[in-house]
């Protein structure tokens, strides 16, 4: 393996990060950005990323531009990222690849950026010349494993780094206007985010959600079910009937989502991307934990408050239960989580 190169704590590049595919690693990506920004103050940030990302990155004050992919998950898109190549090519210093495919690596490359850091991986050592070993013990969070990509050798391998927390803008007037839209009231808000993309074993049963969402209606909240079009259906058995309870899945974008939660008073919500959206707008989260693990992937937050039963089994990182049971979340109860909401309630 080369040996790594050493960035200088002076340098003031034009750095490209090629950015992750789920909603919740862009979130916690913004601490690498905000790592670079502080360590090299001037440095101008472009992201790579699927467009679907552009409404989360444009919320990031330290990204100044996206460069967006359009090349659908898990696709290789060959030609497609040639040209994207040929439109950053001469126009950056350092490049940044923070998944870990051999694909990943393939823009920076064909755009001849210089410097090319990522962890090695997937047979694409040739694709990088600043290639870090991940050790996965000292570097035992996914944010962290971000963040060390934008730090020197030595410092990235302690792994004692302070990680910044992420910190979405919102847009004030835009939540004035879903609220109209959407028929929302001036009830204190409640969010509810019960899907998880990854798998129903990081998903609370949809009855708990329920039960939930009807005593907080008779707390006087009102309670917001958010999610994206695969979602409706589950956001339905939640909302059906229930007054003050509105199943706004598949019906707004994520720039809307951001908005609407950073208007709730707090969320509760699986392991999943607008968990991390949640944390980011400064909302108290509730945060259910089952086949994945808080250690891991923790809300980035001091404002949180997370629910794992930490069975035997846990954490299995499984997208469905292999004992066939899901324990993990169906002993973890909605009394549970309703006492600690009512206990920090505003």
């Known amino acids: 393996m080369a040996e790594a190169r050493q960035i200088p ?10 950015g992750p595919s789920w909603v919740g690693d862009m979130v916690m990506a913004q601490s690498l950005f905000k790592t670079l920004k502080a360590r090299q103050p001037g440095s101008r940030i472009t992201v790579v990323a699927p467009a679907w990302s552009r409404p989360i990155l444009e919320r990031m004050d330290e990204v100044d531009e996206v460069a967006s992919l359009e090349v659908g998950h898990g696709q290789f898109g060959l030609a497609t990222r040639r040209r994207l190549a040929r439109s950053l090519q001469g126009r950056f210093d350092h490049a940044i690849v923070l998944p870990r ?3 990943s690596a393939l823009v920076p490359f064909l755009a001849r950026i210089p410097l090319r850091t990522g ?11 600043d290639r870090r070993r991940l050790d996965k013990a000292v570097l035992d969070q996914t944010v962290k494993r ?19 927390r ?12 879903r609220r109209v839209d959407l028929g929302l009231s001036s009830r204190p808000a409640i969010g509810m985010m019960p899907g998880a993309e990854y798998g129903p074993a990081k998903q609370w049963p949809l009855a708990y959600f329920r039960e939930l969402a009807r005593s907080l209606v008779v707390e006087g909240f009102e309670v917001r079910v958010l999610g994206g079009p695969k979602d409706v259906d589950a956001g339905e058995v939640i909302a059906d009937a ?3 309870t509105h199943n706004l899945c598949g019906r707004t974008r994520l720039a809307d989502a951001v908005d609407l939660l950073g208007d709730c008073q707090q969320v509760v ?3 999943s991307g607008l968990m991390h959206v949640a944390a980011a707008v400064g909302t108290r989260v509730q945060a259910i934990y089952g086949s ?37 979340l169906k002993q973890l109860k909605p009394e549970r989580v309703l006492q600690a909401m009512l206990a920090t309630a505003g």
């Open 9 to 18: 704590a002076s340098w003031k590049p034009r750095i490209l990060v090629v």
């Open 119 to 129: 962890f090695t991986g997937e047979q694409r050592l040739w694709l990088l010349n």
């Open 242 to 244: 229930l007054p003050h």
């Open 101 to 103: 495919s051999w694909k």
């Open 166 to 177: 992420p910190r979405l803008r919102l847009d004030t007037e835009n939540l004035v206007e």
């Open 269 to 271: 919500t699986n392991d």
């Open 146 to 164: 971000f963040v060390a990509l934008g730090l020197p050798v030595e410092e990235a391998a302690r792994g004692d780094f302070p990680i910044p």
């Open 292 to 328: 994945s693990s808080p250690a891991y992937t923790p809300p980035l937050t001091e404002n949180a408050e997370v629910h794992y039963l930490a069975l035997d089994c846990s954490p299995c990182f499984r997208r469905t239960c292999p004992l066939g049971h899901t324990n993990c």
